[in-house]
């Protein structure tokens, strides 16, 4: 059996302003109509005796990478909760344990949820081509067959060839190289044998654990010790918080790959990019006559070779050549290619301001539903909530600030103070400040209000919840 181990931990700042660190590229949907996780659960239907998939992720992303897995009917078998990120390594070692203590020691194939794979069919080629190797105790990698000289990338030099059993050509892993410069990654390419280092892996559960337990027996000591404590919530393991903060971080190619004997390499060649930038973007989509990636209302004029996205409004184009245009309800961004890498140093100066730009689109999802700041000024802010049918906002209070209601679709269950009553569509209500509450759906379509905020504190931290179905 195989288990795909999906690491959706990321934060994607390199693809601000879509990507946000609370709604990062993975949860979106970048090249097609599907997010860049349901595509990457999507794509192993060809892998023969394949489980139900393992996330490991951030706790703020957990509702949302539930929901977007039950929306395309493949739930996960467990979805771990890293209370701080320490990198690929130890989040593999609790998916381990997570599988193993399921009574079975399957196969993990290890996949980053933030990747393009244009063949699928290939992938999982290339995946059954491996397994027994990876049955036997084989450590397996995949090495995407390089089209240019990448810097960006780490490379694999493959040693001797393998006999996997199938038609699938495989090689024993000469060693890892880091990301080179020019005139040595086309040194690669022309001497042949050099693949990308994809971030993908094939092996036994017990087997990675028994060579990181040799070789970082300090991280296997602090995921045991984190797995051990971890606790049930609704779909979700949350793991210890204080054994988990003391791992060491490290990735597994650092802690596990460069270091074991039983290193193999399989060649991939799938159409793979992992979309770590714009220009990366505009590698993989789909271009006009002019080279042109289009998403959304866009309107171009003699412009050429750019990336130009529009989430809420038009965007009209003259002239531009080389440049990436990104809109969305908040921010926009507008850079040439060749200096998309930088944008990350854009959200740095918004962190260091302590703009919310740099953590949620003005859509914020909830499990509930969601809510949009429509306008805000001091004293007092508007809002849009949507709320699904069955679902509640935890029952709470605030502290600075009263709140009035409106219905504008659907019907609404009040709870205010001993008081619980209907509203419908252009009726209303006030929420007195510090007076608890709450808002339900109990029909059968998304509820609708319109919330008008005013006090002396308006943030989202001025939340006091008596109950609450989400655990939070």
């Known amino acids: ?28 949907p970048l090249v097609d109509e599907g997010t860049m996780l349901q595509n990457t659960v999507g794509r192993l239907a060809g892998v023969s005796d394949l489980a139900a998939p393992l996330v490991v992720c951030n706790e703020s992303h957990r509702f949302m990478v539930a929901e977007q897995l039950r929306l395309v009917e493949r739930p996960a078998s467990a979805i771990i909760l890293e209370p701080v990120g320490r990198n690929t390594a130890p989040a593999v070692a609790v998916a381990a344990l997570q599988a193993l203590a399921d009574g079975d020691d399957p196969l993990l194939l290890v996949l980053p949820a933030d990747h393009v794979i244009r063949d699928a069919a290939s ?44 038609d699938s050509p495989a090689y024993a892993v000469a060693r890892f190289v880091e990301k080179p410069d020019l005139v040595t990654a086309s040194r690669y390419l022309e ?9 993908m892996f094939l092996f036994k559960a017990s087997r990675y654990l028994e060579e990181l337990e040799r070789l970082a027996p300090a991280m296997v000591s602090a995921c045991r010790g984190s797995f051990a404590g971890a606790v049930r919530d609704l779909d979700f393991t949350r793991l210890e918080p204080a054994a988990f903060a003391g791992c060491p971080s490290d990735s597994i190619d650092y802690a596990v790959m460069e270091k074991t004997a039983d290193a193999v390499v399989l ?18 989509g789909t271009r006009d006559g002019d080279g042109n990636v289009l998403r959304g209302d866009v309107l171009v004029q003699d412009s050429r070779n750019c990336y130009l996205h529009a989430d809420n409004r038009m965007i009209a184009a003259v002239g531009l050549e080389d440049h990436v245009v990104v809109e969305t309800a908040d921010a926009v961004l507008v850079a040439r290619r060749d200096r998309v890498q930088d944008v ?12 919310g730009e740099a953590l949620l689109h003005r859509r914020v999802n909830r499990p509930w539903g969601s809510y ?18 069955g679902a509640s906002l935890s029952l709470q209070k605030h502290h600075h600030r009263a709140e009035h209601w409106v219905v504008v679709r659907g019907t609404a269950r009040i709870t205010r103070g001993e008081e619980v009553f209907l509203l419908s569509e252009n009726q209303s209500t006030y929420i007195p400040l510090g007076v608890v509450h709450r808002l339900e759906n109990p029909g059968k379509i998304d509820l609708e209000i319109i919330e008008v905020q005013s006090g002396s504190y308006l943030q989202e931290d001025d939340i006091e919840r008596m109950e609450d179905v989400y655990g939070r």
Do not use: H
Not at 3 to 28: C, D, F, M
Not at 191 to 199: A, H, K, L, T
Not at 268 to 283: F, K, R, T
């Open 1 to 28: 059996m195989i288990i795909p181990v999906i690491l959706s931990g990321g934060a994607g700042t390199r693809l601000w302003p879509l990507s946000r660190e609370l709604y990062p590229k993975q949860l979106l």
């Open 123 to 166: 992938l999982c080629t290339v995946v059954e081509g491996g397994r027994r190797l990876a049955e036997q105790g084989s450590l397996i990698t995949f090495g995407v067959v390089p089209t240019g000289p990448e810097t960006g990338y780490g490379y694999i030099k493959a040693g001797s060839a393998l006999e996997t059993g199938v």
């Open 191 to 199: 001497e042949g044998g050099y693949f990308w280092n994809s971030g």
């Open 267 to 284: 060649p991939l060649d799938a159409g793979w990019n992992d979309v770590g930038s714009w220009s990366a973007l505009w590698e993989v």
């Open 344 to 355: 990350k140093a854009i959200v740095e100066q918004l962190k260091a301001r302590k703009r």
């Open 372 to 389: 949009e700041s429509i306008d805000s000024a001091e004293r007092f802010q508007v809002k849009r909530i949507s709320v699904k049918p």
